[in-house]
C-alpha cells in the first residue's frame, strides 16, 4: 500500500512538471498507424526473464535516471561487461549484436581478417559512401574517427584499432531491440551511439567503445494517400528511420507525388536529415524537411516508446524536429506530408577565367549572381553551385544545376534570363542546358551525380548568409569575404536558398532560425595534401575557422551554420548551430535526457561532456567520454 501511495504520488508530481504532455486520447489511432516492428515492445514481463539489473527500464518514467559516475566505460575496464553479460544480451536480443570489425581491416596483418582481395574492394570503394552506409559501425570523416584503420596497401605499415569506432552494434530491426540497447546502456553506464548512414560532418554517429544503434534496417515506406489528421488532409509517408532520400523519392514517384529531403542519395531522411534541420532544393518553395514531419515515433533514453506530435508530447516533437540527432532518443520513424507531383526545370552551366575573363570579372560575375539570390529564391528556385581555385589567379564557377521547383521552361527562363544578360554584359559566355522534367524524381535522377565521401585530405565549415547580405548596402562587403575564402585556397559548395514560408506545414519547431532568414548556405572547404602531418592539418583548420570563417561571421554578425554540414570546431557553436533556440533545447536535454545518455559532438549539452586525450583542432571519437569537472 505505501508503495503504491509512493508510486500515485509521484506520478502526480510528475505529471504536474509536465502538463504540457498530456497524450490526447481523442486523436484517432490512424493519425499515429504503427510499423509492425513498432508494435514489438519491451514488456515488464520480458525484462523479468532476463536480468532486471542489465536490462529494465528507468523507474522514472518521463525522464531517466542513471550513472552517476565521472566517465563512461571503455572496453578493458574491470567494469565493462564480462563476456557472458555480452552473450546475454545478443540472446535477449535475439542475436541482432554484432562486434566492431572496422571497414578497413581485412587491410592489416594484425588484424584476423587479414584478405588481399576484401582490402582491395575496401580500397576502391572507400569513396562510395554506400560502403559507409551498408557498415554498422564506419562513418565518413575519418579525421575524426582518429584515422585508426584507413585502406592500406601495405598490411604491416601501421595496427588496425577501433579508434573511435563503437565496440558493439545492435542491428535494430525492432522497437524492443532499441529500448534493451537504451537500458543496458544506461545501466551499464556504456557510451551510447546511433548509427543511421554515417554522413554526417562531425562524425556525431559514433564513438570509442559505445555500444551502437544502428537503424539503417528500419526500411519501411508507407504511402498515406488519404492522411487526415491534425489539420492535414492529403498524401503522406510514414518512413522508417532508415530510409535514405533516394528510396524515398523512388516510393514518391511510383505515387506521383513530391517528398521533400536533400539531394545526396544516401542521407537518412528519417535519421540526422530532420532531426538536424535539413535542407532540399524544394526549401525555397515549401519550407524545411522538418517542417513536414506530422508525427514521430521516438524511443525515450529512459527505455519508453512514445509518439511525438502537436498533442503527445509536444515539446520533443518541437526539439526532435531541428535540435540535433543523438540527444533525446531514438527515432524510429517518422510520418511526412507529401505534395502533389509537379514540373522541375534544371540549369546547368560552367566557366572559367580566361583570356577574356579576368580574376576580377569573374568575381563580378559571382557579385552578380549574389545580386539575384533574393529574388530566386522568393520564386521558389534553388542554386547549388562551386566556386574553386584552378590556378594561380584562375577561378572556375560551375552550376550543378539551378533548380525551379513547380516551374515549367518558359516560367524559369523568364526567372533567369535578366541574370544571364547581366553575365553576357561582364563578358561572359556560358551556354545554360535548361530542361523541364515533369517530375522532381525525373530532375533529380537526371541532374544530381553521386557524392564522394571518406577523404581526410579536407574539412569544411559553412555558413548561413541573411538576405540582407545581398541587398546592395552589404553586398560588396559579403563578396569580399567571399572571395578571400577563394583567393587563398577555399572550395566553396554554395547554395542558394531560402525556407520558404509555408503557412500549411508546422514551422514552429527548432530548426535553427539563421536557415529562416538565409539567402545563401555556403560551405567551405579547406583542403592539405593527403600525406600531410598533423601540424600542418591543425594549421589549415585553424585558418578556416579563425580567419576565413571568421571573415564570413563577420559580414553575418548573428547568423548560423548549418549543424549538419558544419565546422567541427565551430566556436560557439551552440550559437551557431542552435541560434537562440538554445536555451529551450538545452533544459529539454535536461529534461529528458538528465545523465546524458546520449552523446555527440556539437549535439545539444555536448558542452558538458569531454572527451580526453584530443589534438587541439583534431576532435576525434577516439578517446574516453567524461562529464567535464
Ligand atoms: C555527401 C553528403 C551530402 C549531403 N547532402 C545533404 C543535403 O543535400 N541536404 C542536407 O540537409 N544535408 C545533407 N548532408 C548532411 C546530412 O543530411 C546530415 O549529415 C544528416 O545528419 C545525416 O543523417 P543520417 O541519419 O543519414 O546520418 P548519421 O551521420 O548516421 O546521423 C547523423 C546524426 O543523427 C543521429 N541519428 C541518426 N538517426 C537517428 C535516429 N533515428 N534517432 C536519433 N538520432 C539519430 C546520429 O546519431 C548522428 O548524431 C549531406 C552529407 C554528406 C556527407
Ligand atoms: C549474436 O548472436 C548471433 C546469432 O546467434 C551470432 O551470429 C552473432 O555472432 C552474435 N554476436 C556476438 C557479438 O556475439
Ligand atoms: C607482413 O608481416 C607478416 C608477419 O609479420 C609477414 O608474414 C608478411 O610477409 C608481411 N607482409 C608484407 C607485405 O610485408
Ligand atoms: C603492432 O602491434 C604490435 C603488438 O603491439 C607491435 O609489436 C608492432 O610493432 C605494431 N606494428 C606497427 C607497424 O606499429
Ligand atoms: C500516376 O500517374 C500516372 C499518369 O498520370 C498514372 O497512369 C498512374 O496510374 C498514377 N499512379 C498512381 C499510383 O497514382
Ligand atoms: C510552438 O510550439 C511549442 C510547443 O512545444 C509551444 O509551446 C509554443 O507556444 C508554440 N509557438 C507558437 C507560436 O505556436
Ligand atoms: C574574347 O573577346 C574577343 C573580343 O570580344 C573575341 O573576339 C574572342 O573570341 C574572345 N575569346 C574568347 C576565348 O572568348
Ligand atoms: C505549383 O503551381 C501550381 C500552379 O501554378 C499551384 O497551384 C500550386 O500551388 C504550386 N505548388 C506549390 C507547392 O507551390
Ligand atoms: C559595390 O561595388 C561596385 C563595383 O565595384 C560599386 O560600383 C558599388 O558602388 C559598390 N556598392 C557599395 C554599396 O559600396
Ligand atoms: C608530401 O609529399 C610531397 C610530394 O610528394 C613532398 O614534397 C612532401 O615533403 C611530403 N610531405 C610530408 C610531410 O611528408
New binding site residues.
Partial sequence: MAAATLRATALAAILAVFADQTIAAAVPSTCCPRFAWEDAQLTEADIAQSDASLFGFDSDTTSSKGSTATCKLLPGDTAWPSQTVWDRFNATLGGALIKTVPLAAPCYSNWHQYNAEACQHVRENWGD?HLHVNDPAS??FPLYQGRTCMPTEDPNSSNCTLGGYAAYSVAATKVSHIQLALNFARNANLRL?????????AD??IGAGALSIW?HKLKDIQFLANYNCRGYKGPAFKLG?GVETEEVYRAAEQNNVTVVG???RT??I????I??G???PMSSLVGMGADQVLSMEVVLPNGRFVTASQDSYPDLYWALRGGG??TY????SVTVRAYPKMPHTTMTYAYTTGPNVTADTFFASLGAYMSYFNAFTNAGAHGYFLVVSIGPGQYLFSMMPMWGPNMTKPQFTSLVTPFLNDLSDLGISVTPVITEYSSFYQAYTSTFGP?Q?GGTDNHAASRLFPRENFLPAKRNETLAAVRYAVEAGGVIVGYNIRSAPNAAANQNNSVNPAWRKAAGFFILAAAWPANATDAQIQQASETLTNDWMARWRAVSPGAGAYM??GDINEPDFQQAFYGEHYPRLYALKKKYDPTGLFY?PT?VGSEDWVVRDQLEWIPTQNGRLCWKS
Fill in positions: 559512401p562513418a565518413m551511439v546511433v548509427k543511421n548512414t554515417g554522413h554526417d560532418f556525431k554517429s537503424t528511420s536533400g539531394e545526396c542521407v537518412g528519417a535519421g540526422g536529415y532531426a538536424g535539413g535542407h532540399s540527432g543523438s532518443g531514438v527515432v524510429t557524392e565521401v549538419s554540414e555527440a549535439a
